[in-house]
C-alpha cells in the first residue's frame, strides 16, 4: 500500500513540474509593406530564425505582411520588428534602418529607389454620384 501512495505522489508532483513549465506563446501579425518577393521573404525568414525564441516565421509577400510565432518569456514583438528593420525592411511603425536597407539587392528596393518592387497601385477613383431622379409632381 505504501508503494502505490508513494508512486501516486510521485506522478503528482512530476505532473505539476511538467505544468509550471509551459512557456506563453503568442503569435503576431506585422505589416512589412516593402517585402515583395521570394528573395525578401527567403531574407526576412533567414534573418529571424536566429533570433531565440522565435519559433515559426511566415512572410506572405503578396500580402505584405509577416506572421511570427514566438516565446513571450524569451523575446516580444518589439524585438520582432526591430530584428525586421535591420534586415532592411519596414515593420509596422518601425522603419527600416537606412544602412541595411542600402545593403538590399537593387530588385528588393522600394520602386521610388529606383528598385525592382513594383509601382505601388494608386486606388481608382469613386464613381460618380448618380443624379436625382426627377420628380414628376
Keep these: 500500500m505504501k508503494k502505490i501512495l508513494v508512486a501516486a505522489f510521485i506522478m503528482l508532483g512530476l505532473s505539476v513540474a511538467t505544468q509550471a513549465q509551459t512557456k506563453a506563446i503568442l503569435t503576431a501579425t506585422i505589416k512589412t509593406p516593402n517585402a515583395l518577393c521570394e528573395n525578401c521573404k527567403t531574407r526576412i525568414e533567414t534573418y529571424l530564425k536566429r533570433y531565440d525564441g522565435v ?18 518569456d524569451r523575446t516580444d514583438i518589439e524585438q520582432i520588428k526591430t530584428a525586421i528593420a535591420n534586415c532592411g525592411y519596414d515593420a509596422d511603425d518601425v522603419p527600416a534602418t537606412e544602412d541595411a536597407y542600402n545593403r538590399l539587392p537593387k530588385t528588393c528596393k522600394k520602386y521610388e529607389d529606383g528598385g525592382g518592387h513594383p509601382k505601388p497601385k494608386t486606388p481608382p477613383p469613386p464613381p460618380p454620384a448618380p443624379a436625382p431622379a426627377p420628380n414628376g409632381n
Aim: charged share 35%; aromatic share 12%.
Design 55 to 72: 519559433i515559426e516565421i511566415n512572410v506572405n509577400y503578396r500580402k505584405g505582411e509577416t506572421k511570427v510565432k514566438y516565446l513571450t
